[in-house]
């Protein structure tokens, strides 16, 4: 690292600084164009895209893009860390030499990166960075008149979600698009399968059950120079205030299709358990390792959801729906048993290619997409989900949209102290169901 990239990425902000900056520049670069130059370039027959988050679901993101069309171009990139800037820059340049065409002067790192690549001459803006962060960007980029991919969960706490509801409605008003990172709306084999289980073919749903059961995510080993923050943001998938823990992180993706099999009505409540049996080294932060949750609608249908994160065990990322005439299954298999069967046979293109094929032809075409309704009700699920297995209580929907506990910190930057730190032992305190409140 330079040492003036250092002293950049030494740079604090606080959560208001974060929003104004963002805002004012996001005004400002708005403020000169008309909202029609969002169905293409500028008329430049190029729709440029600029990158905040260059991990690898970031720069696999961007590949999407650069998928979606000759005519996407990568002109600028950001993320809190240079290191991935140079990992991710060259590989994304070696695969598409005509289309990757971000220079030095664009590439930009540490924590005002988002703001500096949304001032850029850009189109779309794809964010997959830290989940923490989320609604804070979507909104940043809605408000600088950017189309925008937004990488799951769109926020993790309900002050995130008020954020994020806020920026897709603003992004109607704006006729930009918004597309989550929700990807399995965008698989064709579980579409048509949703469409069938709408249309009655397993009859009335009965109860549904969710399985995302996995191994740890990411570890990175801590180094001697990284300051506490630094390490926690590494290894972000383990600290519950940076990720939501694992209903916001694996379960949501099974969240977008049996609440898109319930017509997205939310639940009325949910109840759980969860906590840590195995995986309690100081690596593994302070999230569970193990949740069940059930959620329950006013109809009457109960959908039991599983997640864990233990290594050694049985791996499976599955849901089924039980109608009184059949059941469903997906997404490996998306198919229907009983009185009307049925699999899907036809073509299987990547989703994560899909939701950005359709995202671009929008923007061409001048006609948004904005999932902003699902993107927010899936990341509240994960909310309630958490809700439930932390404090081990009953957690109505009212309850949910009551409260008020946020993640975020007054400020940002290398130097400023997590809100979870390791005991004498190195280990994080974890939530404790009965003790621990979120409300």
């Not at 600088?144 to 954020?163: L, T």
């Not at 009859?203 to 549904?208: H, K, P, R, V």
């Not at 005991?423 to 409140?437: D, E, R, V």
């Amino acid at each position: 690292m330079s040492p003036q990239s250092e002293s950049q990425n030494k740079k604090s902000w606080s959560r208001r600084q974060f929003l104004q900056r963002s805002a004012v520049s996001g005004a400002a670069a708005f403020g000169a164009l008309s909202l029609a130059r969002g169905a293409h370039a500028g008329g430049s027959g190029i729709i440029k895209v600029g990158l905040i988050g260059c991990g690898g679901r970031g720069s696999g993101a961007a590949a999407n893009a650069m998928n979606a069309g000759k005519d996407v171009h990568l002109v600028a990139v950001g993320d809190l860390l240079e290191e991935r800037l140079k990992d991710s820059c060259p590989r994304l340049k070696k695969m598409y030499p005509e289309q990757a065409t971000v220079d030095k002067a664009h590439c930009f790192a540490g924590f005002d990166a988002y703001q500096k690549v949304l001032a850029s001459d850009i189109d779309v803006a794809v964010i997959a960075v830290t989940s923490h962060f989320h609604p804070m960007l979507l909104k940043a980029a809605v408000d600088a008149g950017k189309h925008v991919f937004c990488e799951k969960p769109c926020a993790i706490d309900m002050p995130g979600i008020r954020m994020a509801r806020t920026a897709s409605e603003d992004a109607k008003k704006k006729n930009l698009s918004v597309v989550s990172g929700l990807c399995w709306r965008y698989d064709l084999g579980v579409r048509e399968m949703i469409k069938r289980v709408l249309d009655g073919q397993i009859g009335e749903i009965i109860a549904m059950q969710e399985n995302y059961l996995r191994g740890p995510y990411v570890l990175r080993e801590r180094k001697p120079k990284w300051s506490e923050m630094e390490y926690q943001i590494q290894n972000w998938y383990h600290f519950n205030w940076l990720s939501g823990d694992d209903p916001a992180q694996s379960l949501i993706h099974n969240f977008t299709v049996t609440s898109w099999a319930m017509g997205d009505v939310p639940p009325t409540k949910a109840w759980g358990m969860g906590g840590r049996q195995v995986c309690v080294e100081p690596q593994y932060g302070d999230v569970f390792d193990h949740q069940a949750i059930v959620r329950e609608h006013a109809n009457g249908v109960r959908i039991f959801g599983f997640c864990r994160d233990i290594p050694g065990c049985y791996g499976n990322n599955s849901n089924v729906i039980f109608g009184t005439k059949g059941r469903a299954f997906s997404p490996s298999r998306c198919s229907i048993e009983g009185a009307k069967p049925w699999r899907y046979k036809g073509p299987k293109p990547s989703m994560y290619d899909v939701e950005h094929k359709e995202l671009f032809e929008a923007v061409r075409a001048g006609k948004p997409v904005n999932n902003g309704d699902y993107m927010c009700l899936c990341a509240e699920l994960g909310i309630l989900s958490q809700m439930a297995a932390y404090t081990g209580q009953e957690v109505t929907w009212e309850q949910l949209q009551k409260a008020k506990f946020s993640y975020s910190l007054p400020r940002y930057g290398w130097d400023v102290t997590p809100p979870v730190k390791p005991g004498p032992n190195g280990q994080y305190p974890a939530a404790l169901p009965g003790i621990t409140k979120l409300t």
